[in-house]
């Protein structure tokens, strides 16, 4: 049991700064990659390996000024549509690159609100991925939306088209903060589209939630918190909200007087654990919470990747469209986030990889560690460096920066065994950072803090 000067200790420590580590090492290190590497990467791609597809769709109807993702306003529907025509054309060239006919056992369409997609469009990008590649049969097919526009219809079109996940994005129920943020949406719209969901059968529904926003409170989050549980989904993503208007300028429109202090997110944090398990959610990773239902919570069948948390059965991804990210095995691709100059480099008939890394043998000893941590909170590094073939000594370094940590009963560690203890979960975040060479010999100022 934590004791309460112990947690104000903790609470301290999360201004550490440390990356999100959704990826290993964090994409702030891509570096240039040519698409032949990509190229090379898709000929001699196991065929026997499944894959994930991630369709990023880049426009929204408005933006929120408590976004990070990339995406862009779109007052017409012409763009959007030349922007599907693109990426039929990508999902082609894949295809003629692949060595063989890939098998997916996902498809997750991102933005952005690719909600904001009409019915044909969004049609003809899943009648082109079905001709192109082969959708297993219990393939889990997920769009990100919006409830603000989510009417019958759209509900209609996705039934039809086999979709069997959706993640909504609330944020916050509260209307004070919901006008902090340029994002009103009454409780009962969110309630309606479950009702509407659930009616053609689509009940695996996740919810977005944010905290650390503009004018909340203890008090509006626990509402908020409260209100979403009572509607039970099936994963809940508590985010906590990182204000960088020196990368985002739509954050600028925020003021920074407005917003938490650190110590107060972190209680938001707590609060929020503890009304999860009063509802019986099971709390996974750093964020998320996960309804009992969910099968791949009791076998562990999760893993960190660009989207946070994910039971696909394994890390491999391919990304379509502006800025998506790619992850085959060897390394990281990423596409040219710009989407004129996207939609320029594939109608050449190139992929449009601009950036990405490639995976050395010690960045994926790293990157195994950073995962257990993050997915699991308990790593035997001992074990891994046997896995590994690498002498027993070799993060001899990395525990004796852990000595902060064992001090403030964050971590125990037992030989070479670290379990993570903390009720504040982020905080493994910087422990991972201490296992992570690239981040050891930069800056901390390029990072966001744990909290």
Same mark, same amino acid.
């Given at each position: 049991m934590i004791t309460t000067n112990e947690l104000n200790e903790q609470l301290a420590l999360l201004e550490i700064k440390a990356p999100r580590y959704t990826s290993y090492?964090?994409?702030?290190?891509? *570096?240039?990659?040519?698409?032949? &590497?990509? /190229?090379?990467?898709?000929?001699?791609? =196991?065929?026997?390996?499944? #894959?994930?597809?991630?369709?990023?769709?880049?426009?929204?109807? *408005?933006?929120?000024?408590?976004?990070?993702?990339? &995406?862009? #306003?779109?007052?017409?529907?012409e763009p959007i549509q030349r922007y599907v025509q693109t990426l039929l054309q990508e999902i082609t060239l894949i295809k003629e690159h692949a060595s063989s006919r890939l098998k997916l056992h996902s498809i997750h369409f991102g933005g952005g609100s690719p909600g904001i997609l009409k019915d044909r469009e969004l049609e003809s990008i899943i009648q082109h991925i079905s001709a192109n590649f082969d959708i297993q049969a219990?393939?889990?097919?997920?769009?990100?939306?919006?409830?603000?526009?989510?009417? /019958?219809?759209?509900?209609d079109t996705y039934q039809r088209l086999n979709f069997n996940r959706v993640s909504m994005g609330v944020q916050d129920t509260n209307p004070i903060v919901q006008n902090a943020i340029h994002r009103v949406q009454p409780y009962s719209q969110i309630s309606k589209s479950f009702e509407m969901l659930r009616s053609v059968n689509i009940h695996k529904i996740n919810i977005d939630l944010i905290y650390g926003l503009p004018l909340q409170t203890l008090s509006s989050i626990t509402k908020t918190f409260s209100d979403m549980c009572a509607l039970l989904p099936s994963r809940?993503?508590?985010?906590?909200?990182?204000?960088?208007?020196? #990368?985002? /300028? *739509?954050?600028?429109?925020?003021?920074?007087?407005?917003?938490?202090? &650190? *110590?107060?997110?972190?209680?938001?944090?707590?609060?929020? #654990?503890d009304i999860a398990r009063q509802h019986n959610y099971i709390p996974l990773g750093i964020d998320h919470f996960i309804h009992p239902e969910e099968t791949s919570v009791s076998q562990k069948k999760f893993r960190r990747n660009f989207m946070g948390y994910t039971s696909q059965e394994n890390e491999f991804v391919i990304g379509i469209g502006a800025s998506a990210i790619s992850n085959l095995g060897k390394g990281f691709s990423q596409n040219q986030p710009i989407s004129i100059e996207y939609e320029r480099k594939i109608s050449q008939g190139s992929l449009a990889t601009v950036r990405g890394w490639l995976h050395s043998i010690d960045d994926l000893l790293r990157k195994r560690v950073i995962d257990e941590l993050m997915c699991n909170f308990s790593v035997d590094i001992g074990n891994i460096l046997t896995e590994f073939n690498y002498p027993i000594d070799y993060f001899d370094r990395s525990l004796c920066l852990l000595k902060n940590f064992v001090d403030k009963k964050i971590v125990?560690?037992?030989? /070479?065994?670290? =379990?993570?203890?903390?009720?504040?979960?982020?905080?493994?975040r910087a422990v991972c950072a201490t296992f992570d060479n690239y981040h050891l010999s930069l800056e901390e100022n390029r990072y966001l803090s744990v909290s």
């Open positions: 090492p964090s994409s702030l290190y891509f *570096q240039v990659l040519h698409e032949n &590497t990509h /190229r090379e990467w898709l000929a001699e791609f =196991d065929n026997k390996k499944s #894959v994930a597809l991630y369709v990023h769709i880049p426009f929204c109807s *408005q933006l929120c000024w408590f976004c990070g993702c990339h &995406t862009k #306003v779109s007052n017409h529907y219990d393939a889990e097919i997920a769009i990100e939306l919006d409830p603000r526009h989510l009417s /019958r219809e759209n509900i809940i993503a508590y985010y906590s909200f990182a204000h960088i208007p020196n #990368v985002k /300028r *739509q954050h600028g429109l925020i003021s920074e007087n407005d917003l938490p202090n &650190t *110590q107060l997110k972190g209680h938001m944090y707590l609060r929020a #654990v125990i560690i037992h030989g /070479r065994r670290i =379990d993570f203890k903390s009720p504040l979960r982020m905080l493994v």
